[in-house]
């Protein structure tokens, strides 16, 4: 009994990862402008510098994100952590530009990390209190 409902489990969690449609290169054209879009308002914004830290800490609040922008180190541990009363998401702009942190493992007091081992600009949003450039928005820039 106990092994086949752990073989259920584990079935349906890759079902889950599979859940991509694989169709998203197609509208790349859209994907690429909410990126630039929102790159754009990070470029303009106040970005806390943050560099020379092996992990920063950005709080998910209701309904934003603090620090809103920040600028690490390659290699910097990102800690999201949720300080609202709400459930959140953390899901890159530009689809795989890391792993997002889904709302169903993001409650209140939840936390995550991510790595962010490459240089570039890594806008993000919650999408149950925002879009992808309005909102609950933030975002990452990683330098050397
Ligand atoms: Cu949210």
């Known amino acids: 009994m106990t092994t086949a409902?752990?073989?259920a489990s584990v079935l349906l969690l890759?079902?889950?990862?599979?859940?991509?449609p694989g169709?998203?290169?197609?509208?790349g054209n859209t994907a690429d402008e909410a990126t630039q879009e929102a790159i754009d308002l990070m470029d303009e914004g106040?970005?806390?510098?943050?560099?020379?830290?092996?992990?920063?800490?950005?709080?998910?609040?209701?309904?934003?994100?603090?620090?809103?922008?920040?600028?690490?180190?390659?290699?910097?541990a990102v800690r999201f952590v949720n300080e609202g009363r709400n459930i959140h998401n953390v899901l890159p702009v530009q689809e795989g530009a890391f792993e997002?942190?889904?709302a169903d493992?993001?409650?209140?007091?939840?936390e995550d990390v991510i790595v962010?081992?490459?240089?570039?600009?890594?806008?993000?949003?919650?999408?149950?209190?925002?879009?992808?450039?309005?909102?609950?928005?933030?975002?990452?820039?990683v330098v050397e």
């Open 100 to 102: 997002p942190i889904e």
């Open 116 to 141: 962010f081992d490459e240089v570039g600009e890594f806008p993000y949003y919650c999408s149950l209190h925002g879009t992808k450039t309005k909102g609950m928005i933030g975002g990452i820039r």
């Open 23 to 27: 169709g998203a290169a197609e509208e």
């Open 5 to 7: 409902a752990f073989a």
């Open 14 to 20: 890759a079902g889950c990862g599979e859940s991509d």
């Open 46 to 76: 106040k970005v806390a510098t943050e560099t020379g830290e092996e992990e920063v800490v950005v709080d998910a609040v209701d309904n934003n994100f603090k620090p809103k922008y920040i600028e690490v180190s390659k290699g910097t």
């Open 105 to 110: 493992e993001f409650d209140p007091e939840d």
